[in-house]
């Protein structure tokens, strides 16, 4: 199945900086999601952005969306250290039926 | 808010046992979905139902069986576990094309 592919695969900041995550993937979409992992649990949604959609806000968070390149961007904005967690996309593909395809993840560690 | 509860944490079975992981979800929503975890791999979709007794393969669901005989109830059973199914166990529910709400994950391990 088409994975959505994140980059950088890590990312190390100190707190107070952004952090810019990316993320693309292959074939038309409903909607892309963002997850959050804290070390050994469950995942925690954070936005859906649909393919109508280019930009979208929540808090700190900022994700956007270019269909026409197949990608999105989830920007968080003034780090903290409780920042700290693996952050995965996901892409609800057309005709999926709404399952999604996970990417495999980005690791951000944000340095007190 | 949404809770999606999952029978166990951790668990250890013997090669052979049969094995049944079971996901609860409290909002009433239609779908339901069960996925291993493994390093490096990411999130990978076993089976997935989007109704009562209605039930999907996902990507890898060799080794794999599901149940769903009620709209919060979502168990997937491992036949004769191997040890190639050590991995964490998430379970997911959502409504149609919506976010999915996790469970807190079972680690398995076969041993």
Same mark, same amino acid.
Request: hydrophobic share 30%.
């Given at each position: 199945?088409?994975?959505? !592919?994140?980059?950088?695969?890590?990312?190390?900041?100190?707190?107070? !900086?952004?952090?810019?995550?990316?993320?693309?993937?292959? #074939?038309?979409?409903?909607?892309?999601?963002?997850?959050?992992?804290?070390?050994?649990?469950?995942?925690?949604? &954070?936005? &859906?952005?649909?393919?109508?959609?280019?930009?979208?806000?929540s808090?700190?968070?900022?994700? #956007?969306?270019?269909t +026409?390149?197949?990608? +999105?961007?989830?920007?968080?904005?003034? +780090?903290?250290?409780?920042? #700290?967690? +693996?952050?995965?996309?996901?892409?609800?593909? #057309?005709?999926?039926?709404?399952?999604?395809?996970?990417?495999?993840?980005?690791?951000?560690?944000?340095?007190? | 808010?949404?809770?999606? *509860?999952?029978?166990?944490?951790?668990?250890?079975?013997? *090669?052979? %046992?049969?094995?049944?992981?079971?996901?609860?979800? =409290?909002? =009433?929503?239609e779908?339901?979905?069960?996925?291993?975890?493994?390093?490096?791999?990411?999130?990978?979709?076993?089976?997935?139902?989007?109704?009562?007794?209605?039930?999907?393969?996902?990507?890898?669901? %060799?080794?794999?069986?599901?149940?769903?005989?009620?709209?919060?109830?979502?168990?997937?059973?491992?036949?004769?576990?191997?040890?190639?199914? *050590?991995?964490?166990?998430?379970?997911?529910s959502?409504?149609?094309? /919506? %976010?999915?709400?996790?469970g807190?994950?079972? /680690?398995?391990?076969? *041993?």
């Amino acid at each position: 199945s088409q994975q959505g !592919e994140e980059d950088p695969q890590a990312l190390s900041i100190q707190e107070g !900086e952004n952090a810019t995550m990316n993320c693309s993937y292959k #074939t038309s979409i409903n909607n892309l999601q963002w997850y959050r992992q804290n070390s050994g649990r469950g995942l925690v949604h &954070l936005i &859906l952005i649909r393919s109508n959609e280019r930009e979208k806000h929540s808090g700190r968070l900022r994700v #956007t969306l270019d269909t +026409s390149k197949k990608s +999105s961007s989830l920007l968080i904005t003034a +780090s903290r250290a409780a920042d #700290t967690a +693996s952050y995965f996309c996901a892409t609800d593909l #057309t005709g999926a039926n709404s399952k999604l395809t996970f990417g495999k993840g980005i690791t951000l560690s944000v340095r007190p | 808010d949404v809770k999606v *509860t999952q029978s166990s944490r951790y668990l250890v079975k013997r *090669t052979g %046992e049969k094995v049944f992981l079971e996901c609860v979800q =409290d909002m =009433d929503h239609e779908n339901m979905f069960w996925y291993r975890q493994d390093p490096g791999l990411g999130l990978r979709l076993i089976y997935f139902s989007y109704d009562v007794k209605m039930k999907e393969k996902g990507d890898i669901p %060799e080794g794999y069986s599901v149940s769903r005989e009620k709209k919060e109830r979502f168990s997937l059973i491992l036949e004769s576990a191997s040890t190639n199914q *050590t991995s964490m166990y998430l379970c997911a529910s959502s409504l149609p094309a /919506r %976010e999915q709400y996790f469970g807190p994950g079972t /680690r398995l391990t076969v *041993t």
